[in-house]
């Protein structure tokens, strides 16, 4: 069923690892003896840590240091996962299973590092699940800008119009708009009604719709 395509963001779609990646934020700041705006993690949520760490932070321009910073934090974010565990969210495994067996291609779109997402599909046996990824790396504009989610449909082998994106965050839900997608909203980082009217659909998980509600979706 190649005329469809469905595109993944990962934290908060895949997997809901928001209290490691703020506390991998707040072991950075504790190493580097900095401080973190009260409202860093909310406001800086769904983006790269390349636009976070100067932008947002505040913390240095310097293209060296924000790829060391960067890349501590991340590390950072592992060990806490090795410590703590990880679950997939609920419905995610059904869904994936569904869209395999009806051949529906898709990829993940996310602005997670990419060994973030490898270790973590090992830990969850989520190997072949996934027909490819788009990470941060791959990319020189992160969300809101389309390119993630545009070089994802590329990879899927289907237009964007005919993709649907599952998305989380704003910038996100932003991204999939700008590339001319469909996008659903799922309820996991805002509640429902602070996604109704942004996205085409808002789910709570995703194993609520079924390959017939996709198709609905894109071809009406």
């Known amino acids: 069923m190649a005329n469809l395509g469905v595109l993944f963001d990962w934290d908060g779609v895949i997997i809901d690892s928001s209290r490691q990646h703020e506390e991998s934020w707040v072991r950075l700041a504790e190493e580097e003896r900095r401080t973190l705006p009260a409202d860093h993690f909310t406001v800086g949520f769904g983006k790269k840590n390349e636009w976070i760490i100067p932008h947002l932070l505040h913390w240095t321009t310097d293209p060296a240091e924000v790829r060391r910073l960067s890349l501590r934090k991340e590390a950072l974010y592992r060990d806490i996962v090795v410590e703590k565990g ?14 395999k067996a009806a051949g529906v291609p898709n990829c993940i779109g996310s602005s997670t590092h990419r060994e973030n997402i490898t270790a973590i599909l090992g ?40 993709c649907i994106v599952f998305e989380d965050a704003f910038a996100g839900i932003e991204a999939g708009h700008a590339g001319g997608m469909k996008v659903v909203g799922v309820a996991t980082t805002h509640p429902a009604t602070a996604l109704e ?17 996709l198709q609905a979706l894109v071809f009406g």
Not at 89 to 96: D, E, I
Not at 129 to 151: A, I
Not at 197 to 213: F, I, M, Q, S, Y
């Open 197 to 213: 009217g942004k996205v085409h659909r808002v789910v709570h998980r995703l194993d609520e719709l079924t390959v017939a509600d």
């Open 123 to 162: 830990v969850l046996k989520f190997e072949g699940l996934f027909g490819g990824m788009v990470t941060s790396e791959d990319v020189t504009h992160g969300k809101p800008h389309p390119d993630v989610f545009l070089k994802a449909s590329a990879k899927t082998g289907v237009p964007p119009p005919q």
């Open 86 to 99: 990880l679950q997939a969210l609920p419905g995610v495994h059904t869904f994936l299973e569904r869209l």
